[in-house]
């Protein structure tokens, strides 16, 4: 039924001025055509993030939003650095720190918020499609 459809993310901020400087000037995501107010999407590779004003906003504290990067993973993680964000430490079984980066086998993960408290991951497994699809 929903399987050949494609799904969004949907995020709740408290300010959508303050998230949209976040998602689009850190983050680097495009703003799409504005509908309702209150309301600003965004295209990330063949997905969509909807992020919407909410009284609710930061209350989840599991992950919101995951990125697989693949190789590009390193360089995003020093490129949000530069822009200032500080990423968060866990205290997840069998993982070792490499600076803001946890290491787990082979696999790289950080995790960050966005200014209400969102959880955003970003991991060094290969995006599910090649970009630009």
């Not at 309702?36 to 590779?45: C, D, F, W």
């Not at 190789?71 to 205290?91: H, S």
């Not at 993960?109 to 408290?117: I, Q």
Request: glycine residues 10%.
């Amino acid at each position: 039924m929903l399987a050949d459809n494609d799904a969004q993310a949907t995020v709740p901020v408290k300010s959508l001025d303050r998230a949209r400087r976040f998602y689009e000037d850190v983050l680097g995501l495009k703003p799409l055509p504005r509908g309702l107010p209150g309301v600003q999407s965004y295209r990330a590779g063949g997905a969509t993030v909807l992020v919407y004003e909410s009284a609710f906003a930061g209350t989840n504290r599991a992950t919101a939003l995951t990125w697989p990067l693949g190789l590009a993973f390193d360089r995003v993680v020093q490129a949000l650095r530069g822009k200032g964000v500080a990423f968060e430490r866990y205290d997840l079984p069998g993982a070792m720190m490499d600076g803001e980066v946890h290491v787990v086998a082979d696999r790289r993960l950080a995790w960050f918020k966005d200014p209400d408290g969102n959880i955003i991951h970003i991991n060094d497994y290969p995006p599910a499609r090649p970009p630009g699809l």
